[in-house]
């Protein structure tokens, strides 16, 4: 559903991604990882289509559209949805309204009608219970004064709000304490289908224990530079990155 | 909110250009164009004015005559040529009605297109209209209901007519003819307004509500009202108007003027939509308005809330003197300008009864090249004791070719009041907007939920059905602000 090839992309003149390649189908799972500065949240804005970020070179194809010619409320209308690393602040408005919004317009891009508000609290009942969001929360403006916790599992509650084909995750896990992980780990065990896929961006092997994925890739300099099972992922756990830089380097 | 208002108000929204900007073919009677003290005789005796009322327009344009036409520091635009003002213009026929059907349907077609509430059912659901076309109120709805209760609704005139006595006690009791050059101008030449009086005890059951345009071209609008409440008494009054498209410039310079006895509250709410011209700021009303509240005994309340969105050029303070003690005054303002707009508005709060409270919560939003000025004065007189005001003013800025500017001013001759002031300035983040279109949020949809949230705590307070407007307004006020 999702081909990057030789992926190209430059913020403020400087090359970041650098002939990326990655292709996920329907039903499967990806774990992204790589140290820091290597590129990942820059992958994930540009699948997004953050202006900032210029595509010098390479394609992406979604589900046989050319994703890099939509604007970025368009690739959210095709289904791709990204849960933010630093989630954004919108002060006054509250996330139920957001959110409301955000599922009627996707809706409105796809031809379907506004959601009846009936309908729409069902569902909103329903996902909220999913990542044990409080209705404290969900009533509060959109991220603010959320703590660093709280604004991840409001990422996944919007995501299973909309209900995307690809859910591209930056970092969720970070600064979860171990009961919030799993709630957002069920979030997305119970959203996965064989017609969704997820790109989940990482660091940490440990969230791959609560989603194991498919595939882990190694992203480098701007690049896919190594790409394995569930075991990769405890291996580098283990011994870091420095091996896998010396493999190529030493090819090159 | 239901979700079809929601719905409503984005399809509205979408819609494009200033959508208000049609004119309407009615019939109107002209007075000549230009000023003089001839101009003000033909106005008064149109209307059929006892002597002293004429009187006391022709004193309020001696003064005007001596007086000088502002400037502020942040204001510029051409100078209105007085005397190229039709003064007069009331729409044909002059009869009074007994029932809509003997309205011009012209007119009553062009409410509608406004979406005026003018029929009963409207009315119904609580909202009794006193409606102003140009300048003469051509229909008035519930007033039986309202005159049960011993309410007083009706066009400046026509209280002129009925209730001298009242008019001729309160009238520039607030405002005076010589508070200012447009005060003094509106005081010779206002051509009609609104009136209402509370009586005692009495809290008026439903919002009452004025719908004012301008109609006529070259038309200049001098509206007068005049708002008293009695005792004990409780209003809620709503202005909200539209205007059509225009090329010359119009100018607007209204009078509102609202006494508040002993432990009465009046709530005054305005949704303000003139045409603000075209981009390039060409053809845009001029709006030059006067008003102010006394809360003349203790307890008394008098709030405004007003949403700013039109108008090429905006000059307003509303303002409130609280005399009584214990009295409280309080303005929220949400003031929005784009493209080539200028607005200069913000309150005046003149402490002078002890343990008077004032508060004072001001929104600004600038886009495109518009300036937005929140100027405000907080006074407190030597005998305020006890005195608090609370100040806050933020700026939202859209774009980096805007401009917000804050000016408080605060004199203080008590040394037991306290006065606290929070100003922030911010703008409409990158971030932000990605966060929004990631979701599937169109940029212009994007501006509008921010901005309304921006402006939350300002639209708490207006009523529900005016808060709708006001939502729709900001966000086909902000329109293709950005990108
Ligand atoms: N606005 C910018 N201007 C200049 N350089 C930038 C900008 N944004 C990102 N970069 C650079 O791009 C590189 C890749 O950043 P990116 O955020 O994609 O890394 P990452 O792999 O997500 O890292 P982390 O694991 O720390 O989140 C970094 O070197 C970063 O400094
Ligand atoms: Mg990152």
């Given at each position: 559903?999702?081909?990057?090839?030789?992926?190209?992309?430059e913020?403020?003149?400087?090359?970041?991604?650098k002939g990326?390649?990655?292709?996920?189908?329907?039903?499967?799972?990806?774990?992204?990882m790589?140290?820091?500065?290597?590129?990942?949240?820059?992958?994930?804005?540009?699948l997004?289509?953050?202006?900032?970020?210029?595509v010098?070179?390479?394609s992406?194809?979604?589900?046989?559209?050319?994703?890099?010619d939509l604007?970025?409320?368009?690739?959210?209308?095709?289904?791709?949805?990204?849960?933010?690393?630093?989630?954004?602040?919108?002060?006054?408005?509250?996330?139920?309204?957001?959110?409301?919004t955000?599922v009627?317009?996707?809706r409105?891009y796809?031809?379907?009608?506004?959601?009846?508000t009936?309908?729409?609290?069902?569902?909103?009942k329903?996902?909220?219970?999913?990542?044990?969001?409080?209705?404290?929360?969900?009533?509060?403006?959109?991220?603010?004064?959320?703590?660093?916790g709280?604004?991840k599992?409001?990422?996944?509650?919007?995501?299973?709000?909309?209900e995307?084909?690809?859910?591209?995750?930056?970092?969720?896990?970070?600064?979860?304490?171990?009961d919030?992980?799993?709630?957002?780990a069920?979030?997305?065990?119970?959203?996965?289908?064989?017609?969704?896929?997820?790109?989940?961006?990482?660091?940490?092997?440990?969230l791959?224990?609560?989603?194991?994925?498919?595939?882990?890739h190694?992203?480098?300099?701007?690049?896919?530079?190594?790409?394995?099972?569930?075991?990769?992922?405890?291996?580098?756990e283990?011994?870091?990155?420095?091996?896998?830089?010396e493999e190529i380097?030493?090819?090159? | 909110?239901?979700?079809?208002?929601e719905?409503k108000?984005?399809?509205?929204?979408?819609?494009?250009?200033?959508?208000?900007?049609?004119v309407?073919?009615?019939?109107?009677?002209?007075a000549?164009?230009?000023?003089?003290?001839e101009?003000i005789?033909?106005?008064?005796?149109?209307?059929?004015?006892?002597?002293?009322l004429?009187?006391?327009?022709?004193?309020?344009?001696?003064m005007?005559?001596?007086?000088?036409?502002p400037?502020w520091?942040?204001?510029?635009?051409?100078?209105?040529e007085?005397q190229d003002?039709?003064?007069?213009?009331a729409?044909?026929p002059?009869?009074?009605?007994?029932?809509?059907?003997?309205?011009d349907?012209?007119?009553?077609?062009?409410?509608?297109?406004?979406g005026?509430?003018?029929?009963?059912?409207?009315?119904?659901?609580?909202?009794?209209?006193?409606?102003?076309?140009?300048?003469?109120?051509?229909a008035?709805?519930?007033k039986e209901?309202?005159?049960?209760l011993?309410?007083?609704?009706?066009?400046?005139s026509?209280?002129?007519?009925n209730?001298?006595?009242?008019v001729k006690k309160?009238?520039?009791?607030?405002?005076?003819?010589?508070d200012?050059?447009?005060?003094?101008?509106?005081?010779?030449?206002?051509?009609?307004?609104s009136f209402?009086?509370?009586?005692?005890g009495?809290?008026?059951?439903?919002?009452?509500?004025?719908?004012?345009?301008?109609?006529?071209a070259?038309?200049g609008?001098?509206?007068?009202?005049l708002i008293?409440?009695?005792?004990?008494?409780?209003?809620?009054?709503l202005?909200g108007c539209?205007?059509?498209?225009?090329?010359?410039n119009q100018?607007?310079?209204?009078?509102v003027?609202?006494?508040?006895m002993?432990?009465?509250?009046?709530?005054?709410?305005?949704?303000?939509?003139?045409?603000?011209?075209?981009?390039k700021?060409?053809?845009?009303?001029?709006?030059?308005v006067?008003k102010?509240g006394?809360c003349?005994?203790?307890?008394?309340?008098?709030?405004?809330?007003?949403?700013?969105?039109?108008?090429?050029?905006?000059?307003?303070y509303?303002?409130?003197?609280?005399?009584?003690?214990?009295?409280?005054?309080?303005?929220?303002?949400?003031?929005?300008?784009n493209?080539m707009?200028?607005?200069?508005?913000g309150t005046?709060?003149?402490?002078i009864?002890?343990?008077?409270?004032?508060?004072?919560?001001s929104k600004?939003?600038?886009?495109?090249?518009?300036?937005?000025?929140?100027?405000?004065?907080?006074?407190?007189?030597k005998?305020?004791?006890?005195?608090?005001?609370?100040s806050?003013?933020?700026?939202l800025?859209?774009?980096?070719?805007?401009g917000?500017?804050?000016?408080?001013?605060?004199?203080?001759?008590?040394k037991?009041?306290?006065?606290?002031?929070?100003?922030?300035?911010?703008?409409?983040?990158?971030?932000?907007?990605?966060?929004?279109?990631?979701r599937?949020?169109?940029?212009?949809k994007?501006?509008?939920l921010?901005?309304?949230?921006?402006?939350?705590?300002?639209?708490?307070?207006?009523?529900?059905?005016?808060?709708?407007?006001a939502?729709?307004?900001?966000?086909?006020?902000?329109?293709?602000s950005?990108?």
């Amino acid at each position: 559903m999702l081909k990057i090839d030789g992926l190209e992309a430059e913020i403020e003149g400087k090359q970041i991604l650098k002939g990326l390649n990655l292709e996920v189908k329907p039903g499967e799972i990806h774990a992204v990882m790589g140290p820091n500065g290597s590129g990942k949240s820059t992958l994930a804005s540009v699948l997004a289509g953050r202006e900032e970020y210029e595509v010098t070179g390479g394609s992406v194809d979604f589900l046989e559209k050319d994703l890099l010619d939509l604007a970025p409320e368009e690739r959210a209308g095709e289904g791709v949805f990204l849960a933010f690393q630093y989630p954004v602040e919108i002060p006054g408005v509250s996330n139920i309204n957001f959110i409301k919004t955000a599922v009627n317009e996707v809706r409105d891009y796809r031809g379907l009608p506004a959601m009846e508000t009936k309908e729409f609290m069902a569902h909103l009942k329903e996902k909220q219970k999913l990542v044990k969001l409080s209705g404290k929360l969900a009533n509060r403006s959109v991220n603010e004064g959320f703590s660093g916790g709280e604004k991840k599992r409001n990422e996944i509650f919007q995501m299973a709000m909309l209900e995307p084909k690809l859910g591209v995750l930056d970092e969720t896990d970070s600064g979860l304490d171990i009961d919030a992980l799993r709630i957002v780990a069920s979030g997305v065990n119970e959203l996965k289908s064989s017609k969704n896929a997820f790109v989940v961006i990482t660091h940490y092997q440990r969230l791959l224990d609560y989603i194991v994925p498919d595939f882990v890739h190694v992203l480098y300099d701007g690049k896919i530079v190594k790409t394995g099972s569930k075991e990769l992922a405890l291996e580098l756990e283990e011994k870091g990155y420095d091996w896998i830089i010396e493999e190529i380097e030493g090819k090159s | 909110m239901s979700m079809s208002d929601e719905d409503k108000i984005i399809e509205e929204a979408t819609s494009g250009e200033y959508k208000y900007g049609f004119v309407s073919n009615i019939d109107s009677e002209l007075a000549q164009k230009g000023l003089t003290e001839e101009t003000i005789r033909f106005i008064s005796g149109k209307k059929n004015e006892p002597e002293w009322l004429l009187d006391w327009r022709l004193k309020a344009f001696k003064m005007w005559e001596n007086m000088e036409e502002p400037e502020w520091a942040h204001i510029s635009y051409p100078k209105p040529e007085f005397q190229d003002i039709i003064y007069y213009a009331a729409p044909k026929p002059k009869k009074e009605y007994e029932s809509l059907d003997e309205v011009d349907p012209e007119i009553l077609k062009t409410f509608e297109k406004l979406g005026v509430p003018i029929n009963e059912q409207k009315a119904l659901a609580g909202v009794a209209v006193d409606v102003v076309m140009d300048s003469v109120s051509v229909a008035t709805t519930f007033k039986e209901k309202l005159s049960e209760l011993g309410i007083i609704f009706c066009s400046f005139s026509e209280a002129v007519k009925n209730h001298p006595d009242l008019v001729k006690k309160y009238v520039g009791s607030v405002v005076p003819q010589a508070d200012n050059f447009y005060s003094a101008l509106n005081s010779a030449v206002f051509s009609d307004g609104s009136f209402c009086y509370i009586p005692k005890g009495v809290k008026c059951p439903m919002e009452l509500s004025t719908y004012f345009r301008i109609n006529e071209a070259n038309t200049g609008q001098f509206e007068r009202t005049l708002i008293i409440a009695e005792e004990g008494s409780y209003v809620s009054y709503l202005e909200g108007c539209t205007a059509p498209q225009r090329d010359e410039n119009q100018l607007h310079a209204a009078v509102v003027e609202i006494v508040a006895m002993k432990d009465a509250e009046v709530k005054y709410s305005t949704v303000q939509n003139w045409y603000p011209g075209d981009k390039k700021g060409r053809g845009g009303i001029y709006n030059f308005v006067t008003k102010r509240g006394l809360c003349a005994e203790e307890n008394s309340k008098i709030s405004w809330t007003q949403v700013e969105t039109g108008s090429a050029v905006t000059w307003k303070y509303p303002s409130c003197i609280l005399k009584g003690d214990n009295s409280v005054g309080e303005f929220f303002s949400v003031a929005v300008t784009n493209n080539m707009q200028q607005a200069d508005t913000g309150t005046k709060m003149i402490h002078i009864g002890k343990n008077t409270k004032s508060t004072i919560v001001s929104k600004g939003i600038s886009a495109g090249k518009s300036q937005n000025s929140y100027r405000g004065l907080v006074k407190i007189g030597k005998g305020a004791v006890g005195s608090r005001n609370f100040s806050q003013c933020d700026s939202l800025l859209i774009g980096d070719r805007c401009g917000a500017h804050t000016f408080p001013y605060i004199e203080c001759n008590n040394k037991s009041a306290k006065i606290e002031h929070e100003a922030t300035t911010s703008k409409i983040g990158e971030d932000q907007l990605f966060y929004c279109n990631q979701r599937g949020i169109k940029t212009d949809k994007a501006i509008g939920l921010i901005v309304n949230g921006f402006c939350k705590n300002v639209m708490d307070n207006l009523p529900m059905e005016f808060a709708i407007e006001a939502k729709k307004l900001l966000e086909i006020s902000l329109e293709g602000s950005v990108g």
